[in-house]
C-alpha cells in the first residue's frame, strides 16, 4: 500500500498517449486518479511527470513554480510534409527540396527569443470549444491563431541519413512539429519531424525519470515500486517551508485560519515530517490554499 499521493517522473515511450502511459503507471500503483503535467505527442518519448491521487492537487503550483524550461531532441526530414507534421501522418505534400547542413545552421539564430508560431492543426489547442486535433480528424481545417512563444536555443547536432537531428531548449507551448515546419519554410522547402525526446521539462531532467516497461516489469515480478515514487512535495522546492505543531495542523486541515508572525506570500505546510498542503499568509494569518 502507498500513500494517498505520489509523484512518478516517467520515461514515455513512444508510440502511446501521456494520458495512456498516465493510467497505466496508476494501474500499478492501485489508484485510479491521477494526471500528468505537460503532455507529449504520442509519437514522442521522455520525461512526463506523472501525478497519482491526491498529488493531482498539487500540478497547478509545480507548474508555478517549475522553471519554465523545456529540451528536446528532435528529428527532421525536409523535402515533404505529413497532414500531423510528424512521420505518423499522411503525405500531403512534397518537393524533394533538401538543404545542406549549412544552410540550415544558416536559419536558426532567426528562431531563437520571442515569436509568433501558428500551433500545427493536430494539436491540443482549444478551437471554439473543441481540440484542433478533434476538429482534424473529423475533416474540418480550423483556423489556428498565431501565439507567442519562446526558443532559448536551437542547434543543428549533424545529420543521420535523411534524418537531420536538433536541440532546443524552449518555453511552455512551444511546438517542436511548428519549428521544424518554420525552418523549413525559411529554406524554400517543407518539413516532418520523425523523432521527439523530451528531456527536460519543468526542471526535471531525463536521466531521473524511468521507464514504464521497467516499472511494470517490477511490479509484476513482485519488485518494490517505492524507490520509484516521490512525495506530493515533489517540484515544490522554491515554496518556503512552514512547520504546524499538532493541534493547529489540525485546525488548519480542517479550514481553519492560523496566526503566523511570517512575511505574506504562499508557503508548503507541515506537521511535523507530512506534508499537508499549500497556504496562503496574508495579514499574518496563514489560511488553506490546498489542504493534502
Not at 153 to 158: E, K, N, P, T
Not at 179 to 186: E, G, H
Not at 243 to 265: C, I, Q, S, T
Request: glycine residues 12%.
Amino acid at each position: 500500500m502507498v500513500a494517498a499521493g505520489v509523484f512518478v517522473l516517467l520515461d514515455k515511450p513512444a508510440g502511446i498517449f501521456s494520458r495512456t502511459a498516465g493510467g497505466r503507471v496508476a494501474r500499478l500503483i492501485g489508484i485510479k486518479k491521477f494526471g500528468h503535467i505537460g503532455t507529449l505527442d504520442p509519437m514522442a518519448s521522455g520525461v512526463l511527470p506523472i501525478a497519482i491521487g491526491d498529488a493531482t492537487k498539487m500540478i497547478p503550483f509545480v507548474e508555478d513554480t517549475a522553471p519554465d524550461v523545456k529540451e528536446y531532441l528532435f528529428g527532421v526530414q525536409f523535402g515533404f510534409e505529413t497532414d500531423t507534421l510528424d512521420i505518423t501522418g499522411r503525405v500531403v505534400r512534397r518537393n524533394d527540396i533538401i538543404p545542406t547542413a549549412d544552410a540550415v545552421r544558416g536559419v536558426l539564430a532567426d528562431f531563437i527569443g520571442d515569436l509568433n508560431q501558428i500551433p500545427p492543426v493536430y494539436s491540443a489547442v482549444h478551437i471554439a470549444g473543441r481540440r484542433a486535433y478533434e476538429l482534424a480528424r473529423r475533416g474540418d481545417t480550423p483556423d489556428m491563431p498565431a501565439r507567442r512563444v519562446r526558443i532559448d536555443a536551437l542547434d543543428l547536432l549533424g545529420v543521420d541519413g535523411a534524418s537531420f537531428q536538433f536541440r532546443m531548449r524552449c518555453a511552455r507551448g512551444t511546438y517542436v512539429r511548428a519549428v521544424a515546419r518554420d525552418i523549413a519554410a525559411k529554406l524554400g522547402t517543407m518539413a516532418t519531424v520523425d523523432m521527439i525526446r523530451r528531456t527536460m521539462t519543468n526542471g526535471f531532467s531525463i536521466k531521473n525519470a524511468v521507464k514504464l516497461d521497467f516499472l511494470e516489469n517490477l511490479v509484476n515480478n513482485g519488485g518494490d515500486i517505492g524507490a520509484y515514487l516521490m512525495g506530493m512535495d515533489f517540484g515544490l522546492g522554491d515554496i518556503p517551508v512552514l512547520n504546524l505543531d499538532d493541534n493547529a495542523a489540525e485546525f488548519y486541515r480542517n479550514g481553519g485560519f492560523v496566526d503566523m508572525a511570517v512575511a505574506a506570500g504562499r508557503y508548503r505546510v507541515y506537521s511535523g515530517n507530512i506534508f499537508i498542503g499549500i497556504g496562503v499568509v496574508d495579514g499574518g494569518v496563514l489560511r488553506p490554499k490546498r489542504t493534502i
